[in-house]
């Protein structure tokens, strides 16, 4: 028999509920990549990923071996707490240099008041 | 002291990841303290400002006000996405100007900011203290104002500055 078969019920429940919302928030954040049109709107899709579509994911993980193996298993929050320290460097790399692909075209997927480098002047004005 | 733990808490976080990610023994105790003692002298030689937490009892707080901000911004923006090409959804860009200027908060907030769906980090300026964020629904700018402004930015400074 695979240790599989031992889980009760109470606590398979639980562990596909957790996988499946985690896989499901994957897949609409993949779809959601596939299917925007503007490149800055597709930064937001993979953080459904990122956030709770690995969250959940690793829950569901945690709870089954720390069942199966009868004592607490975290190891898997350490791969979430990676992903959480590491997605921002790369989200704000791309964010960043597509900000200055933009800029140097004019592009008008920028506000017209971001197309140019600003004058720090006039900024201390905006804030008041 | 000081010289030999340069970065105590990253240390600490360092024999913590390792016992976690091997299994609890004398052995791997001792190996990953020297790890971490080597990890802690090579940051510093990279980045000798050391950061400086103030108040620990804020960081609890933070970490569940944003576990309840993720969730609520997942439900919304999946439901967007969902509905998408249906809903008149438009992003948008929004600038906040912030108060806090240090680098360790200013990088927390960016985890925070990234980890949160619906918004993604796009500029600060150092001069003007100015953040361009890029929001995926424009009806929630002024949420997101109210939130970066009188929930994450008070809790930052009570904890870094």
Redesign the interface.
């Known amino acids: 028999m695979s240790p599989l078969a031992a889980v009760p019920l109470a606590v398979a429940i639980p562990v596909a509920f957790f996988v499946v919302l985690g896989a499901t928030l994957t897949l609409i954040g993949a779809l959601g990549f596939a299917r925007l049109t503007s490149f800055y709107d597709r930064l937001h899709a993979p953080t459904l990923a990122t956030s709770w579509g690995t969250g959940s994911t690793i829950i569901a993980s945690a709870l089954m071996f720390s069942f199966i193996d009868g004592r607490v298993i975290l190891h898997e929050f350490v791969i979430g707490f990676c992903i959480v320290l590491t997605t921002p460097v790369t989200l704000m790399m791309l964010g960043r240099a597509a900000l200055m692909r933009d800029r140097a075209e004019g592009s008008d997927a920028l506000p017209e008041d971001m197309r140019h480098n600003r004058d720090p002047a006039a900024d201390t004005h905006a804030r008041d | 002291m000081s010289r030999l733990f340069p970065h105590p808490v990253l240390s600490v976080a360092l024999v913590f990841?390792w016992l976690?990610?091997t299994r609890f023994s004398l052995g791997y105790l001792i190996l990953g303290t020297a790890l971490s003692l080597v990890a802690g002298w090579a940051y510093s030689a990279l980045h000798s400002a050391k950061p400086r937490i103030r108040r620990w009892s804020a960081i609890p707080r933070l970490i569940g006000t944003l576990f309840l901000d993720?969730?609520r911004s997942?439900v919304a923006?999946?439901r967007l996405?969902?509905t998408?090409?249906r809903s008149g959804r438009q992003?948008?860009?929004i600038?906040v100007?912030l108060q806090i200027t240090s680098g360790n908060s200013l990088a927390v907030l960016?985890?925070i900011?990234?980890?949160?769906?619906?918004?993604?980090?796009?500029?600060y300026?150092t001069?003007?203290?100015?953040l361009?964020l890029?929001i995926?629904d424009a009806s929630e700018t002024d949420h997101y104002h109210d939130v970066i402004r009188n929930t994450y930015e008070p809790m930052l400074m009570e904890i870094f500055e």
Not at chain 2, 113 to 123: C, F, I, M, N, S
Not at chain 2, 127 to 130: A, P, Y
């Open positions: 990841l976690m990610l993720i969730i997942n923006v999946t996405l969902l998408e090409g992003s948008a860009f600038r100007p960016a985890i900011l990234t980890a949160t769906p619906g918004t993604a980090w796009v500029e300026e001069e003007t203290g100015i361009t890029h995926f």
